[in-house]
């Protein structure tokens, strides 16, 4: 692990501690929010925001208007806004600034966010292209901007507790992880009609069309990416994969399923796979070391543990026969031991099971009133989103693509 990662852990178990005190505190520094992006995601980030004492929207900007009144809704008053986002980067009432925008937009508007010198939540991904993370940490880190990033598992108190075990040595050393976001569904959003030229549909179902989206590996697989590195201590170095049209016919550029696999140091690996059309894995991750395992879900992590040896000796099978339902055969061959485990392991318990969300936003207010530094920063967010973007195009190339590091 790097000092960053060792640093970051360390401030993730203070934040974990202290957010029940933190939340109960009367007196409270004021914090007026702008909002580039309002829609689902954004409306989503907004209402956690709001559940924070002090926090309060002013402004908001997007393209599409009947996004404000949601947003009026939300706020439960009428909220100034437009369609141009340097107009709301013009206002002069405003102390931080949520960027939840479709990701090919984020670079245009994190970068000018950040010459304003004001904080920022961004969602994730980072960027959209490699030239886009590469630019949008130059620039953050250029004006010393505080930035968290969208990764909000990364505040989860499960995460937190189970990754900590991690690199405590509860599982031994880990060396793969297998990551799924299985869905039934086909990942698209109503268009109102009539649509001409289709311009709704590609506003809308952005996250459908590959000029605009990276698909499921950026939109599902980031957070996955995100937790592999946090696990690994490192950005992964390169990715092969594969996506496909299976089953969503509709006039989609991106597929509705994705595989791909990460390479790490050391050999070690991220196998990450994204499919529409059955959800019986749901959103899941599983680390898996020398010693144990472990789950961890959106709501709970839970450990699982090899199955301990009778003595420190040498396992005496190797090279032997053994008899197995009548058939002598070598010991390479023989499937004792090897369905799955179905107990119930050692699941994670915490003080606190705040929504990741919620702990994310609320976090992020903390350090723009100064009572800590950002857990999930800039560098945090480079690292996941510039091995999205490369996955972006090595999927549909089906070619092995290295991942460039940052260049500061």
């Known amino acids: 692990m790097n000092r960053r990662d060792f640093l970051q852990s360390a401030s993730a178990a203070a934040l974990a501690s202290t957010t029940i005190a933190r939340a109960a505190t009367p007196a409270v520094k004021p914090i007026r929010l702008g909002v580039i992006g309002a829609g689902s995601r954004g409306q989503e980030d907004l209402r956690q925001f709001l559940r924070v004492p002090g926090v309060s929207v002013e402004a908001i900007c997007d393209i599409y208007p009947p996004r404000y009144e949601q947003v009026n809704r939300l706020a439960g008053k ?114 109102p009609q009539p649509d001409p030229g289709g ?32 696990v690994f201590g490192e950005q992964p170095q390169s990715v092969i994969g594969t996506n496909s049209i299976c089953r969503y016919h509709d006039g989609r550029t991106v597929g509705d399923n994705v595989q791909a696999v990460f390479s790490y140091s050391q050999g070690r690996r991220l196998v990450f796979s994204s499919i529409t059309d059955n959800a019986k894995l749901g959103c899941e991750l599983w680390i898996y070391g020398t010693e144990g395992s472990v789950q961890i879900t959106i709501e709970d992590a839970t450990f699982y543990f090899e199955k301990k040896k009778l003595s420190n000796s ?62 999930a920063d800039v560098h945090c967010g480079f690292r996941a989103a510039i091995a999205c973007s490369v996955a972006h195009d090595a999927v549909f190339e ?8 940052a260049k500061i």
Not at 125 to 132: C, I, K, M, N, Q
Not at 207 to 214: C, D, H, P, T
Not at 321 to 348: D, H, I, N, Q, W
Not at 353 to 372: I, K
Request: proline share 4%; hydrophobic share 35%.
């Open 78 to 191: 009428t909220v100034p806004a437009t369609a141009n986002h340097h107009e709301l980067l013009a206002r002069t009432d405003l102390d931080a600034i949520l960027i939840a925008s479709p990701v090919g937009l984020h670079a245009e508007h994190v970068i000018a966010t950040a010459k304003t010198g004001r904080p920022i939540y961004g969602e994730k991904a980072l960027g959209f292209t490699v030239e886009d993370n590469h630019n949008i940490l130059a620039e953050v880190t250029r004006h010393k901007v505080l930035f968290q990033i969208g990764h909000e598992y990364r505040y989860a108190s499960w995460a937190q507790e189970a990754i900590r075990r991690v690199h405590a040595g509860d599982i031994g050393t880990p060396t793969h992880i297998y990551a799924y976001w299985h869905r039934n569904g086909d990942w698209r959003r109503t268009v």
């Open 199 to 230: 311009k709704l549909e590609h506003l809308i179902n952005w996250r459908l069309y590959r000029e605009s989206s990276g698909g499921l590996g950026t939109e599902l697989g980031s957070h996955h990416i995100d937790m592999a590195n946090w």
């Open 314 to 375: 040498p396992d005496d099978s190797v090279g032997k026969t053994v008899v197995e339902r009548g058939v002598v055969t070598g010991a390479s061959y023989s499937t004792a031991g090897e369905m799955p485990y179905r107990g119930p392991g050692e699941k994670v318990v915490t003080a606190t099971s705040e929504d990741p969300t919620l702990a994310a936003v609320r976090s992020f207010t903390e350090a723009v009133r100064g009572e800590h530094e950002i857990f």
């Open 398 to 405: 089906e070619n092995k693509m290295s991942i460039p590091s």
